[in-house]
Each structure stands twice: as C-alpha cells, then as structure tokens.
C-alpha cells in the first residue's frame, strides 16, 4: 500500500486526485493551519487524520516515523505569484517550504516520491534554486511541468507549476532541468462549452455599484464560451479578485463598453459619480459569479464533494486556493508509474 504525507493539504485536491488514481493508499497525516480548509477535508476524508499545526515546526526525526512513500505539497504561492511582490525565499511566507527541504536533506527514511504544485513563476525563484539543489544533494531525478486545465477538456484555465521528483528510476528519463508543457502520453482535449458545468444553485449577481466601478475589468464569458479564467482566492469581491463570471450573452459586449465609456466620459472629475445614475449597461448582459459549486465542477471536483458548514465568501477562498483534480491525477499517474 502507497503511504502519503499530505502538505499544505487544503480541501485537498491532492487527495481527490490519488483517489482518482484507484490504487491502494493511505493519508497517513495531512497538514494545515487553515481550519476551514480543515473542516471541508475532513468532512470529504472523515479517515484522515490532520494536524493544524504550523508546518515550519516539523522535525525530521517525526517525518521519518511516518516512512510515507510519497509527499504531495502546493506550499505558499504569495511569494511567487504575479499578484505579490515575487520576493521568493526573503517571503515569510516561503519559510515553512525551506523547512521542509531542510528537513528533508536531514532523514534517513525520505520518500521515495513528491510532487509539488505551484504558480508560474515558482521555477523561476530563489527557492526552486534551493529545491533543485536539495533534490540532487539528495539524489532525487526531478521533471517540472507547466499545465493548464484548459488541455484536459474543461473551459477554464489553471496554468500551474508541478514538480515530480523521485529517488528511483523516472519512466527512464535523465534529469533534463527544463520546464515541459506535456506529461509523456497525455492526449490534449479541446474544451467543452461551460453550459456543462452549470448548475444554477446560487444566484449571486455582480453589483450594480461594482460594474460601474469595474465593469471593463470584468472577465465575462456565457455558457457557450469555451474558456474562463483562473478562480483566486479574492473570487466575488469585485473584479480584483480573478475569475470569470457568467453572462447571460456576450454578443452586444462591444456595444455595451462603448456606451459605458460615453457615460464614463460625461461623468468624469466627480467623486463617486456612479451615485446618480441608475442602470449600468453592463447589467444588460446580467452577469453573475459562478457558484462554489459551479468552481467545484470547474476544478474536476465530483459531485460527491462536500463543503457543508463554509460560507460562501468561504467557499470562493478556499476553492480559489485549490488545485485542478484532473491536472493532478495526469501527474500522480506519470509520477507513480512504477507503483500503479
Ligand atoms: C495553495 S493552498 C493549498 C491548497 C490545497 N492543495 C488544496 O487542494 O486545497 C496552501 C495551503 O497551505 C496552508 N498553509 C500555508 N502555510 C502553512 C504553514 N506554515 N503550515 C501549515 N499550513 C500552511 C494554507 O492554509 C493553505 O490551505
């Protein structure tokens, strides 16, 4: 049976992609400070046990108890992503993952497998330079690949960083250091229409007062588009925090910015001057968020999903947060190859 330490483990996507992989395994630990992300694991995973303390204070000599074969981690994006300042290791954020390497250069029992998720840009970092390093001081043959949700059949893209390292042979692979667009073997689906991932469950229109705002800075897309953007974990307040939402139609897109840049124009030097109108003319295209649901479909998550108890501002974070289930599966399948 495959032993698995689970990281940074959130609502646990990690988890639902072994699931997926129909092969005899066991979450030994998961590990997260964030109690709602917590309480959705456990409600998907009542078996797990998960520790809610801050991963910095791990000691190897307790990792090497648990001898788990394989490490799957999505550690900190923040001092990677485009969003923050890409101060990398000099983040706070970046510690608890340099403990962890730290950590593991100290153990005798070290997996044999991990797998690490995380933005476009992490390879690019001062701390990847220390990842590759400790990987091979440590002898670990690694692969960086760089993947989009958008390749596996679903109208949304998720570009995301992974990388797979392992001690033994690697699909007799030599360490070739440079990022791929493509696990070996993996056929690219173009993507459904996201009509399919519709529910309709919960209604949350975007406000009127934040279309006057922001209403060109939107992403809309309607349930014949074939695309959507990255849900972050700032989903529903405002355009700021990323991911598409829904229209009613598209078509009179051109026209609607048109007349709201006239109106805009008109307005311009006063304070506030969205307080004297009435409707926006991008309401005429009624656009709405996604539902947490909705995000979940997107995510590859099944409908067996449970969030129960997560307030919706809740559910966005945390969904925001996660990962694409499909992607992940794609890479644990290639990565445990020689164990499935
Ligand atoms: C990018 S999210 C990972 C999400 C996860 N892969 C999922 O599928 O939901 C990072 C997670 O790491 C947790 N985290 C960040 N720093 C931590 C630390 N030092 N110790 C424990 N958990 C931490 C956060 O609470 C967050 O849930």
Not at 76 to 82: E, G, I, L, V
Request: net charge neutral; aromatic share 12%; hydrophobic share 35%.
């Amino acid at each position: 049976m495959l032993t698995v330490l689970d990281f940074y483990s959130g609502i646990g996507g990690f988890h639902f992609a072994l699931q997926q992989l129909g092969i005899e395994y066991k979450v030994l630990q998961a590990f997260d400070m964030n109690l709602n992300a917590n309480h959705v694991y456990k409600l998907n995973f009542p078996q797990v046990h998960i520790n809610h303390l801050n991963i910095g204070f791990l000691k190897s000599a307790v990792l090497d108890d648990y001898n788990a074969d394989l490490w799957v981690m999505s550690p900190p994006c923040q001092p990677y992503s485009r969003k923050g300042l890409r101060n990398g290791s000099k983040d706070a954020r970046a510690d608890s993952f340099l403990t962890i390497l730290e950590l593991l250069s100290n153990m005798e029992k070290k997996p044999r497998k991990i797998i690490i998720e995380n933005v476009l840009g992490f390879e690019n970092s001062d701390t990847f330079e220390i990842l590759d390093k400790t990987a091979r001081e440590c002898g670990y043959i690694w692969q960086c690949y760089q993947l989009n949700s958008l390749d596996y059949g679903y109208p949304y893209s998720r570009p995301r960083m992974f990388v797979l390292l392992s001690l033994s042979n690697f699909n007799n692979c030599e360490n070739d250091y440079k990022v791929s667009l493509e696990i070996p073997g993996f056929t690219k689906r173009e993507p459904n229409r996201i009509e399919s991932y519709l529910v309709h469950d919960e209604i949350i229109p975007v406000a009127r007062e934040d279309l006057w705002k922001a209403g060109l800075y939107f992403d809309y897309v309607d349930s014949s588009s074939t695309r959507s953007c990255c849900f972050t974990k700032g989903y529903g307040q405002f355009a700021k925090g990323g991911g598409s939402v829904l229209a009613v139609n598209t078509n009179f897109y051109d026209q609607i910015v048109k007349e709201y840049k006239d109106i805009r124009d008109r307005m311009k030097g006063k304070e506030k001057w969205w307080e004297e109108l009435g409707e926006c003319p991008f309401e005429r295209m009624q656009p709405r968020y996604f539902s947490p649901r909705e995000i979940a479909n997107l995510h590859g998550l099944k409908n067996s999903f449970r969030m129960d108890g997560i307030t919706t501002k809740m559910a966005f974070k945390l969904l925001g947060n996660s990962m694409h289930i499909d992607v992940v599966h794609s890479c644990l399948r290639y990565l445990l190859h020689d164990l499935i």
